[in-house]
Structures are given as C-alpha cells and as structure tokens.
T-cell receptor, first 115, second 113 residues
C-alpha cells in the first residue's frame, strides 16, 4: 500500500522560532497533499490543501502567512510554522493523494511542542 | 451543515469482549463512508470504505455497516485485543476523489486485560 512519511516525528522549539515539517510520499506521486492539525482528544482539522506546483488553499481561519506550505515536487510537501507560539503546539498530520488513488494516505504525524 | 457525530465518546471493555461504535452523519453530497483507526501519537489507518450501495464490509475482526437511508454507520469489533485500544474515527467523503473529507470526533476505545 501507499506509504506517507513525516519528519520529524517530534519537535520541541522555543517561542518565536520557525519549525519545518516534511511530508513525503514514498511509493507514489502525490498530486495533492493535505495538512491537518489535531488537538488533544479532538479529531483532525483540515488546515490546507496543496497541489503540486501551485499555491496551497487554506481553510477559513488558518493564517497562510503563519503556516507556510510548499509542495514543490510530487513526493514532498513542507509545512513551516513561522514564529511559533505555545498555542501552536499540536499534532500535525499530512496526507497525500495521487491521480490514480481515490484515497488519502495519512502520515504518522508530527508532535510540535512550543515552549 | 455537514457534520459527523460519533458515540460513545469513549468506551472501556475487557479483552475478548465485543463492542459496537456508532456514527451518524448529515453530509451532502455523500460519496463514501470510512472508518479509521488512530493509535495514540500516530496517523489514521484505514479500516473500511463503504459506498452508498454497500451495507456491510469486514476487515478481519472489524465489521462496518452502513444504512444510507437513516445515515447511520456502525463499527463492530469482535473478540477485542489489547492492540485495539485506539481512537476510531468515522469519516464521510463528499467526493469520489478522496479530496473532501468530513471527520467525526472519534471514539476512544480502551481494551483492558
């Protein structure tokens, strides 16, 4: 089956710094990638959808200047949390979908803790 | 408003017992309904996917049912194991391309020895 990886799995940073999270599709070409955020005991909330080579589409209420998404290749998307604050601490999950797959394959998630 | 509700919010059962999780949805348009298992600190893993015309689908000890008329689905777990402890998320897809998902809040299952 399709495999999606994320790196890092955990990151702790100081308030005000920027953090980059990578999402890779390992065995298929991901024309679309999705970024979700999940707070404790809550379900996934879609942050943005990105198509390879074009700008990401952000959900209402998600600051595009704070959460920078780059989907420069068919196997890699990155989420950069700029000037992170403690309230950005969360579990960030990406998923990927290829042209042939009518399915989103989820990554294992990245736990971000901002001190 | 497109919405997926799940019950119970949490459930504790003893190893070896069966359990059933519920999902109600008001989502339009409807393409398919999925159940995912999410272990703590991990991403969701697909268990079943059912389209409008499918009433039941099994994946090992997991059996999902779908009643498209009442807009209800259930996930039945048979002979539970400790490894079944996880959150189970009901997701309704609004398109046939895996692009537009509506997530339920999940049911947190704990299986005790």
């Amino acid at each position: 089956g399709a495999v999606v990886s994320q790196h890092p799995s955990r990151v702790i940073c100081k308030s005000g710094t920027s953090v980059k999270i990578e999402c890779r599709s390992l065995d298929f070409q991901a024309t679309t990638m999705f970024w979700y955020r999940q707070f404790p005991k809550q379900s996934l909330m879609l942050m943005a959808t990105s198509n390879e080579g074009s700008k990401a589409t952000y959900e209402q209420g998600v600051e595009k200047d704070k959460f920078l998404i780059n989907h420069a290749s068919l196997t890699l998307s990155t989420l950069t949390v700029t000037s992170a604050h403690p309230e950005d601490s969360s579990f960030y999950i990406c998923s990927a979908r290829g042209n042939r797959e009518r399915e989103q394959f989820f990554g294992p998630g990245t736990r971000l803790t901002v001190l | 408003k497109n919405q997926v509700e799940q019950s119970p919010q949490s459930l504790i059962i003893l190893e070896g017992k069966n359990c059933t999780l519920q999902c109600n949805y008001t989502v339009s348009p409807f393409s398919n309904l999925r159940w995912y298992k999410q272990d703590t600190g991990r991403g969701p893993v697909s268990l079943t996917i059912m389209t409008f015309s499918e009433n039941t689908k099994s994946n090992g000890r997991y059996t999902a049912t779908l009643d498209a008329d009442t807009k209800q689905s259930s996930l039945h777990i048979t002979a539970s194991q400790l490894s079944d402890s996880a959150s189970y998320i009901c997701v309704v897809s609004r398109d046939n391309y895996g692009q537009n998902f509506v997530f339920g809040p999940g049911t947190r299952l704990s299986v005790l020895p």
